[in-house]
């Protein structure tokens, strides 16, 4: 779900966390405007959204982020900050289906067993996260993050000249349906490079087109403390030269 709140303030109510799948938001907007969510409320109980903040029980995004929320229970939001990894994988499998490729809606995230004859073409796509921590003054951790997405496609074809233009035309589809996405190419700050391989390979009476694509996909990420309870009032006191009089001062900071 993409955020935008250029043109005003959001609340949207969620969905009820009982049998939901996993939710993920990416706001995109730098604004000052408010973007709040609120749980789903039955029979009187409101959903709980874990971990809680001084906005309970709501949820409150900042420009920039980008959470994942999981059901935990039957009333239960797990908040998961900072889930870019995740979402860039489901939101390059959406953005292939959406697209249409030779592989239609035979598109996957992290297989763990291997493709079998006869589901073919087929479109895969896996992630490795690398992350290296960056100096921020000393808030909170940031990290520069790296992420190499590969997009896999296989094909078989029981004639060469085939397979090679069915692989071709996979591996062509699946990059102009990600760079060409008005989406996509916006949940990272740049992409670094694209290297493409492909290998093919006798199989009965078939040959396997096997192809992969890697994007070097950049970001910038940090974690935010969670703060349950506001300050709501501050009180400063100097420490005045010899002589002179301390002077103290009480703020009452505004919602």
Do not use: C
Request: aromatic content about 6%; hydrophobic content about 45%.
């Amino acid at each position: 779900m993409l955020v935008d709140a250029t043109l005003g303030a959001i609340t949207a109510t969620l969905p009820a966390a009982s049998g939901a799948q996993p939710i993920a938001f990416v706001r995109r907007d730098a604004s000052a405007n408010l973007v709040t969510f609120a749980p789903q409320i039955s029979t009187g109980f409101a959903d709980t959204i874990l971990p809680a903040s001084w906005w309970a029980p709501n949820l409150v995004m900042q420009p920039g982020d980008a959470f994942l929320l999981v059901p935990i229970g039957p009333r239960t939001w797990q908040v998961l900050e900072s889930a870019h990894g995740v979402i860039l994988r489901e939101a390059t499998a959406a953005a292939l289906i959406d697209y249409g490729t030779i592989a239609g809606t035979s598109v996957e995230t992290e297989r763990v067993d291997a493709v079998a004859t006869g589901t073919m073409p087929r479109l895969l796509v896996f992630a490795d996260e690398d992350a290296q921590g960056v100096p921020n003054g000393g808030t909170v951790p940031a990290f520069d993050v790296t992420l190499q997405l590969v997009v896999q496609g296989m094909v078989e074809r029981a004639r060469r000249a085939d397979v090679v233009a069915d692989l071709d035309t996979l591996l062509l589809q699946a990059r102009d349906a990600l760079l060409g996405d008005p989406v996509w190419p916006t949940l990272v700050t740049r992409i670094g490079s694209i290297k493409t391989r492909r290998l093919f390979e006798p199989k009965q009476n078939l040959i396997v087109g096997d192809g992969r694509m890697q994007f070097e996909l950049v970001w910038t990420e940090s974690y935010r403390p969670r703060v349950v309870t506001p300050l709501d009032l501050v009180t400063l006191t100097t420490t005045p030269p010899a002589g002179t009089q301390a002077i103290e001062a009480q703020v009452t900071l505004s919602p």
